[in-house]
Structures are given as structure tokens and as C-alpha cells.
């Protein structure tokens, strides 16, 4: 399902028009890149947080030739759903 | 509220500021914005959220398990992971944000850093060293080996020294051998370095389990002499006999047995008496690691008597605790008298060995 779906949904269920939906989640999105950018996890009720985690550097070793090559420590964004979200979505 | 987190109260008021409606506005806006991922992910499995990422169902197969107190086989039924996958430019945005954050985590591992960077270098100088075609001339020549006539020029110049032979013979076969075998040999240079730390640490082990080891030897051996001092301090026996004149001196390899017979066929004699030590229960060689305590160990059943085989002996042990192997030692026949340590005469033997020792 692409954004564009997910807004008439959006908009079905509350009522508000595709329009401000949309700018509304671009507006979200926005502000949670903001945050996610200052170190920042979002917690989102009833869904679950948004986190940057830190990777460490490490050493990977080629298969076949053996050569060993040192992957740079960077952040990765993970979701982490909340329980309730996970058990629900377990079973369709 | 906290320095690390947005709630979800603070997103709804920036929200609301942001996009200037009201926080009600805001709130409902959202929690259809999460009732509704949920549903899409429902119906769909997969909802792509534009300028945030995707979100997915991964489908995780049943799989077979075993109870851990039981035993018993069991199925742990399938079921669906949430993933997310962010968006490109997100996660671009997010990586680069880590290089100047996190810095710092460089630093422990910098060694290895220098490692990989070292093995480099020794890798390049040995190619250069060898005068070795490097991989992408190898596979060049490998190419256009179908055409001697190129395939010549170029195998001639990595190698010019080595090999003048292709230059007279348009063989072809060998040709591209040659620029591979040199190869060969670089290839496996590379982990070598990486190995060579692994080496050191195998090294630094070995030297520290044997150094363990000689710890434990040397407490080993302190105690089989401190235990020797400590049996004569504990078991002193309190019976004065003397030897009687007993038979001829039998080098007989059972001399604990005679032992145990001898206390009986003894009889009574004053205490004042040197001891000498002509009766020869056996004589025996003194082999690598071998002490006169384990001798009398081993002949009179106790450690303790370890002074009268010096005695008997004097005359080639200028220090009883350093005996060139090889030497023979006559081991002497115990009166009973002899087996109390409490007794005068053994107390002045052990003495003078122990200053043997010590001096």
C-alpha cells in the first residue's frame, strides 16, 4: 500500500480531507525526521517507537579471500513495535 | 519531557503549531494515522509511508522446537514480524547524522583500523618487491590470451627478469600460467597480517600457562618438602630400639617389605651410640628429578628419613639437594632406633644436611 491509500484511509476514518491529511503527515513526517536527526525516539502511542541505533564499527572477513576490511560505526532507524501492536498483527 | 524521547504528547503540539491546526486537530489526525497502519498493514502487509520509510509484515514459517523441561517436541506456530525499512534519503540522513555524533566509538578499535591498513601496505610492498603483475594486469593478460603476439609484450613487462623464455617461444598454453602463479602466493598475504595477532595472542597464552605451570611445580615441591618436615614434626615415634646385626645387605627392590619385619627382630640397646650406615639396603641411581626424600619415600614408606641416605652417602653429596644424575646412592637399613625423629643422632644428621643445603 503506498502513502496515497493510506491517506484516504486516513481520511475516511476522521473525517478530514485527503488534503490536510496529507499535509498533515508530511508535516508529521517532517518533524519526526527532526527529531530522529537530534537523537531523538518517537514514541508513538499504540504503534510503538521509532529509534535510532547506534552500530558499532567491526570487522568483516572476506569468504574467499580472507581479506578483512573494517565496516564504520553508524546509526541505523528501527522500529520498535509496541506489544499490544506485535500480538495483534501476529495472527491475520 | 525527557532529553532522549518525543512523546506523543510533544508531537501532537508541534504538529498542531506546525501545521497550524489545533491540537485536537492534531490528535485525531494521528490516531488515525495509528489506527490506520495498523489496518493497511492488516489488509496489505506492506504500507509505504512516504518521507518516513516502509512499513512491512514479514511472514515468520512455523517451526519444530523441543520443550526444555519436558523434552517433548513441539511446533512453535508461525506468525508476523513488523519490520521497517526507512526510506532511502532517511537513511542517508541518519547515517551521516552518526559520523560527527559518535566519533568517540571510534577509539577502541583503532588498532584494528591500523591493522587493515597495515596489511596494505605490506601488501603493496610486496608486490612491488616481486615486481608482481597486480589482479587487474593478471586478468588483462588472462583475456587476450588468445593472441600470442600481445599477450607476450605484456606478460614481458611485469616480469622481465624471471621469466625471458615466453619472449622465445610464442607457446601459448603457458603464457597465462605465468602471470597467475605469481599471484597465487600474493593472495593468501593478505590474511597472513591479521593472523600474526592472533599469533601474538596464542604466544602470550602459552607463556602465561607456563607460567601457571611453574607456579604449580614450585608449590608442589614446597609442599613435598614442607610436608616431609611437617610428617617428622607430627609422627615422631616414640619406641628406642637399635638394630639388631642383621643378616647380609640384600639390594633387593622390595625394601618396604623387609621394613615392616625388621621393628620385630630388634632389640634393645642404649641410646648414646653414633649410627653408621653399613648395611646397605639397596643402592640406587639417581635419575633426572629424583631427591633423596622421594628415595626414602620410596624404600622406608616416609619421606622423613631423607637425612640417613645423605648420611650414608657423605662422602659424594657435597649438598644433598643438588645431585648430578647418574649418581648411586646407597640406600641404608633403618634400625628401629632410626625411625624415631625425636631421637638425638637423627636430629644432628638432619642438621648438618640441612646446612649442606644451605650452603
Redesign the interface.
Known amino acids: 500500500m503506498l502513502t496515497k491509500d493510506l491517506i484516504g484511509l486516513i481520511a475516511n476514518a476522521s473525517g478530514m480531507k485527503k488534503k490536510d491529511v496529507e499535509h498533515m503527515l508530511s508535516t508529521t513526517n517532517a518533524i519526526i525526521r527532526e527529531n530522529l536527526m537530534a537523537g531523538k525516539s518517537i514514541q508513538m502511542q499504540g504503534l510503538g517507537a521509532l529509534e535510532v541505533k547506534a552500530r558499532k564499527e567491526r570487522v568483516i572477513v572476506h569468504p574467499r579471500t580472507g581479506e578483512r576490511s573494517v565496516v564504520p560505526s553508524k546509526s541505523q532507524l528501527v522500529f520498535r513495535p509496541v506489544a499490544n501492536m506485535k500480538d495483534e498483527l501476529k495472527k491475520i | 519531557m525527557g532529553?532522549?524521547?518525543?512523546?506523543?504528547t510533544e508531537?501532537r503540539r508541534?504538529?498542531a503549531s506546525?501545521?497550524g491546526?489545533s491540537e485536537k486537530?492534531?490528535n485525531?489526525?494521528?490516531?488515525?494515522?495509528?489506527?490506520?497502519?495498523?489496518?493497511?498493514?492488516?489488509?496489505?502487509k506492506?504500507?509505504?509511508?512516504?518521507?518516513?520509510?516502509t512499513?512491512k509484515?514479514q511472514a515468520v514459517a512455523p517451526r519444530k522446537s523441543v520443550n526444555v523441561s519436558t523434552g517433548e517436541e513441539i511446533t512453535i506456530e508461525g506468525?508476523?514480524k513488523?519490520?521497517?525499512v526507512?526510506e532511502v534519503g532517511?537513511?542517508e540522513?541518519?547515517?551521516g547524522?552518526?559520523?560527527s555524533?559518535?566519533s568517540e566509538?571510534?577509539e577502541p578499535?583503532d588498532p584494528?583500523?591500523k591493522?587493515?591498513a597495515q596489511?596494505e601496505e605490506i601488501v603493496d610492498i610486496l608486490g612491488e618487491l616481486g615486481q608482481k603483475p597486480i589482479k587487474g594486469q593478471g586478468d588483462k593478460v588472462q583475456s587476450t590470451n588468445d593472441d600470442g603476439q600481445r599477450t607476450k609484450e605484456e606478460v614481458v613487462e611485469p616480469e622481465p627478469v624471471v621469466e625471458p623464455e615466453p619472449v622465445v617461444e610464442p607457446e601459448k598454453p603457458e603464457v597465462p600460467e605465468k602471470p597467475m602463479e605469481p599471484e597465487k602466493p600474493e593472495?593468501?598475504e593478505?590474511?597472513k597480517k591479521?593472523k600474526k595477532e592472533f599469533h601474538f595472542m596464542r604466544d602470550t597464552l602459552i607463556c602465561v600457562v607456563i607460567l601457571l605451570m611453574l607456579l604449580l611445580g614450585g608449590y608442589f615441591f614446597l609442599r613435598e618438602q614442607l610436608g616431609g618436615w611437617i610428617d617428622e614434626l607430627v609422627n615422631p615415634q616414640t619406641e628406642v630400639r637399635s638394630e639388631q646385626v642383621e643378616a647380609s645387605p640384600l639390594p633387593s627392590p622390595e625394601g618396604k617389605g623387609e621394613d615392616r619385619v625388621q621393628p620385630s627382630e630388634v632389640s634393645y640397646q642404649p641410646a648414646e651410640e653414633e649410627w653408621t650406615f653399613e648395611d646397605i639396603l639397596v643402592v640406587e641411581e639417581i635419575t633426572e628429578g629424583s631427591r633423596l626424600a622421594w628415595i626414602a619415600k620410596k624404600h622406608y614408606g616416609n619421606k622423613a628419613y631423607w637425612p640417613y641416605i645423605y648420611a650414608a652417602n657423605k662422602e659424594q653429596l657435597p649438598n644433598p639437594s643438588i645431585i648430578p644424575v647418574g649418581t648411586p646412592i646407597r640406600v641404608p637399613k633403618l634400625s628401629a632406633a632410626m625411625r624415631d625423629t625425636t631421637d638425638e643422632r637423627f636430629l644432628r644428621i638432619r642438621e648438618e644436611a640441612r646446612r649442606k643445603i644451605e650452603n
Request: proline fraction near 6%; avoid cysteine; hydrophobic fraction near 50%.
Open positions: 532529553d532522549n524521547k518525543l512523546s506523543w508531537l508541534a504538529l506546525r501545521a491546526i486537530e492534531a485525531t489526525f494521528l490516531n488515525a494515522f495509528n489506527e490506520q497502519l495498523v489496518v493497511a498493514l492488516k489488509s496489505d506492506q504500507v509505504r509511508v512516504n518521507g518516513l520509510g512499513f509484515l506468525y508476523n513488523i519490520a521497517f526507512p532517511v537513511k540522513l541518519i547515517e547524522r552518526q559520523m555524533a559518535v566509538a571510534n578499535i584494528l583500523k591493522l587493515g596489511a593472495e593468501p593478505k590474511p591479521p
